[in-house]
T-cell receptor, first 109, second 112 residues
Framework: GQNIDQPTEMTATEGAIVQINCTYQ??????LFWYQQHAGEAPTFLSY????GLEEKGRFSSFLSRSKGYSYLLLKELQMKDSASYLC??????????FGQGTELSVKP | DAGITQSPRHKVTETGTPVTLRCHQT?????MYWYRQDPGHGLRLIHY???????DKGEVSDGYSVSRSKTEDFLLTLESATSSQTSVYFC???????????FGQGTRLTVV
């Protein structure tokens, strides 16, 4: 079967750093994606990892460990506009793009 | 922005009626996906396509069918709508398995 787990909710303070974890078990692996989704809007792409290690893009970084089936998204210097849902997704061997339930992040002043 | 449009954007229909949602792209991307999004469930894959006339089931395909007769259009059909199919439906497109997916703006479907 396929399973992607991430925490349902997280709260953090403006200016802080937050790490959102994602664990996965899938049949095949073509890469792991992170998306951001603001309420009432469509998801938008944040990052992609296919090899182990850290990918950095501005205030956002994403890490992957394929042997552990684990990834995290790191958000630095949090801003109020970062309040959103963060979605972890895996593209498996067959080309299916499967999402976790999403983590609702609330950034407080 | 990626050229992907969904139609209609909103629809209210009665239980037992057929409904077709359309996803149209101008990017010539190979992969197209249909998801539904419900509170507490995230995005769940209904069906996807990896080429013209090539489709496969996702996690929640019961009660749904799809067709892709040309690259740019991916149709999702609810043969006989039920209240449990009330949801927000998103279409997505992607160049390949290792490429990011771009999402349409969603269709809010209400079955009464």
């Amino acid at each position: 079967g396929q399973n992607i787990d991430q925490p349902t909710e997280m709260t953090a303070t403006e200016g802080a750093i937050v790490q959102i974890n994602c664990t996965y078990q899938t049949s095949g692996f073509n890469g792991l994606f992170w998306y951001q989704q603001h309420a009432g809007e469509a998801p938008t792409f944040l990052s992609y990892n296919v090899l182990d290690g850290l990918e950095e893009k501005g205030r956002f970084s994403s890490f992957l460990s394929r042997s552990k089936g684990y990834s995290y998204l790191l958000l630095k210097e949090l801003q109020m506009k970062d309040s959103a849902s963060y979605l972890c997704a895996v593209n498996n061997q067959g080309g299916k793009l499967i999402f976790g339930q999403g983590t609702e992040l609330s950034v407080k002043p | 922005d990626a050229g992907i449009t969904q139609s209609p954007r909103h629809k209210v229909t009665e239980t037992g009626t057929p409904v077709t949602l359309r996803c149209h792209q101008t990017e010539n991307h190979r992969y197209m996906y249909w998801y539904r999004q419900d509170p507490g469930h995230g995005l769940r894959l209904i069906h996807y396509s990896y080429g013209v006339k090539d489709t496969d089931k996702g996690e929640v395909s019961d009660g749904y069918s799809v067709s892709r007769s040309k690259t740019e259009d991916f149709l999702l059909t609810l043969e006989s709508a039920t209240s449990s199919q009330t949801s927000v439906y998103f279409c997505a497109i992607s160049e390949g398995r290792e490429a990011e997916a771009f999402f349409g703006q969603g269709t809010r479907l209400t079955v009464v």
